[in-house]
């Protein structure tokens, strides 16, 4: 059972390059988010989908971009990089917000350094 | 406001000792409560959940936590300490009043609990 896959799973920029993260997930899960992981500050939700075709805006969506064109993928999109962005980057999915009550499923991360 | 404090950093326990996470919480109404754990390089995984009903909820790998309305907590226990339980660990609450919101999920900032042989 493959989950939630993120790719890449390492990556190093220089200021000003633009990127995308790809997330998979292969549960038929309504919900996606994406998470950027900083030492002593838990998790922040940048953005996040309840939906195909449907995007919204999370507690530090600055500087990123998201689609959702399929509903199995979740793109996160750095168009002009910054230091400030380097960070582990996770994506998760879940049953639909309705059933609050699910919990999220995560992959394994995306580290991401940006010069 | 919605909130979740993990108020220790790190978790010191010997191996076959008792362990306790603390957790507590802010919610406008009865809230939806989680534990997750990160083992190096990975993603957090699920651990247990506290919907309703009894206090006491069991979960993976030999936890539980125990929900305090009163107190407001929602601590992580086990009775016994393993060395490979040493791993970062994350309390969350979701308020179910505003469910039809994604963004309402509120992780702590985590606790690294170290288990020394």
């Known amino acids: 059972n493959a989950g939630v896959t993120q790719t890449p799973k390492f990556r190093v920029l220089k200021t000003g390059q633009s990127m995308t993260l790809l997330c998979a997930q292969d549960m038929n899960h309504e919900y996606m988010y994406w998470y950027r992981q900083d030492p002593g500050m838990g998790l922040r939700l940048i953005h996040y989908?309840?939906?195909?075709?449907?995007?919204a805006k999370g507690e530090v969506p600055d500087g990123y971009n998201v689609s959702r064109l399929k509903k199995q993928n979740f793109l996160l999109g750095l168009e002009s990089a910054a230091p400030s962005q380097t960070s582990v980057y996770f994506c998760?999915?879940?049953?639909?917000?309705?059933?609050?009550?699910?919990?999220?499923?995560f992959g394994d991360g995306t580290r991401l350094s940006i010069l | 406001a919605q909130s979740v404090a993990q108020p220790e950093d790190q978790v010191n326990v010997a191996e076959g000792n008792p362990l306790t996470v603390k957790c507590t919480y802010s919610?406008?109404?009865?809230?939806?409560l989680f534990w997750y754990v990160q083992y190096p390089n990975r993603g957090l995984q699920f651990l247990l959940k506290?919907?309703?009903?009894?206090?006491l909820v069991k979960g993976s790998y030999g936890f539980e936590a125990e929900f305090n309305k009163s107190q407001t907590s929602f601590h992580l226990k086990k009775p016994s300490a393993l060395v490979s339980d040493s791993a970062l660990y994350f309390c969350a609450v979701r308020d179910p009043i505003r469910y039809s919101s994604a963004s309402k999920i509120i992780f702590g900032s985590g606790t690294r609990l170290s288990i020394r042989p």
């Open positions: 998760a999915s879940s049953y639909s917000g309705a059933v609050s009550n699910q919990p999220q499923h």
């Open positions: 919610v406008s109404g009865n809230p939806y």
């Open positions: 506290y919907i309703t009903g009894d206090n």
């Open positions: 989908s309840v939906g195909e075709g449907t995007t």
